[in-house]
């Protein structure tokens, strides 16, 4: 009988569902949790099956006196090759979400993103539309210069840094993610949507949120002694208070 409690008791608590997931920030995020809702709902069907197929063996033998009939060869195999092909099943289903790699689409905003112990930057290219060029040697977190921006390249003179993320809702947004130091993660959980940042490459990340809102951003990869308070801010604004933001933002200088 414990078999069928444990069972009853682990479904009710998905049925109910005391914690769950915050809502969705976009349709992707959306897709995710119905995969998951279906990738639960067959595994916790199998799981019950499996706990109330054990429970009446057991009460089989001890009514019995004896063990209960061992099963055939095939049905080992026909349950062993159901097993493979609804495993299969369900991660072709999954991994229709990672099949694509982000591309600039015409008109989608470009935002780097520079991650290093442990905060977070954010810069936008400024009115020109072109990012200045970087070098550690110009790395200065107090002065303001974080990403290391050439003080000497024009292009980098209009060049907006935040230590918050904003990004205009409804519209596509691609992240430039950098690394300054170690391995970090970019994770936002209202996307469900992890990123792995490593030094020396620039790792496009594809950004889309559907209602204006203010989202936690952390990282989601052990990067030190002060990973806990890596934090920052995704800030999705409607388009026209975003420009607004863009245009009161005053030119950077070194």
């Avoid at 063996?57 to 019995?64: G, K």
């Avoid at 092909?85 to 993103?113: C, D, K, N, Q, T």
Wanted: glycine share 8%.
């Amino acid at each position: 009988m414990l078999f069928i409690v444990v069972a009853l008791a682990g479904a009710l608590l998905f049925v109910y569902r005391p914690a769950w997931f915050p809502a969705a920030a976009n349709a992707t995020a959306a897709g995710w949790d119905h995969q998951f809702t279906v990738t639960l709902l067959v595994t916790g069907v199998i799981f019950i099956g499996v706990h109330l197929a054990l429970a009446a063996v057991l009460i089989f033998r001890r009514r019995n006196g004896r063990r209960a009939p061992n099963g055939s060869r095939w049905m080992e195999i026909s349950w062993t090759a159901a097993t493979a092909v609804l495993f299969l099943s369900l991660a072709a289903m999954g991994s229709r979400g990672w099949a694509r790699i982000p591309e600039r689409a015409p008109g989608e905003e470009r935002i780097e993103v520079y991650a290093h112990q442990f905060a977070w930057a954010f810069r936008y290219p400024g009115p020109d539309g072109i990012f200045g060029r970087t070098a550690n040697k110009f790395v200065n977190d107090s002065g303001g210069n974080p990403m290391g921006i050439d003080p000497d390249d024009p292009d980098g003179k209009d060049d907006i840094v935040s230590a918050s993320l904003r990004a205009p809702a409804g519209r596509n947004v691609l992240l430039l993610l950098h690394s300054r130091d170690v391995i970090h993660d970019f994770f936002v959980r209202e996307l469900r949507t992890k990123q792995d940042i490593l030094p020396g490459m620039e790792i496009p990340f594809e950004l889309h949120v559907d209602k204006p809102g203010v989202y936690e951003i952390a990282c989601a990869e052990l990067c030190g002694l002060g990973h806990s308070q890596m934090h920052s801010v995704l800030i999705a604004m409607p388009p026209a208070e975003y420009q607004q933001w863009l245009r009161a933002q005053e030119p950077r200088t070194h």
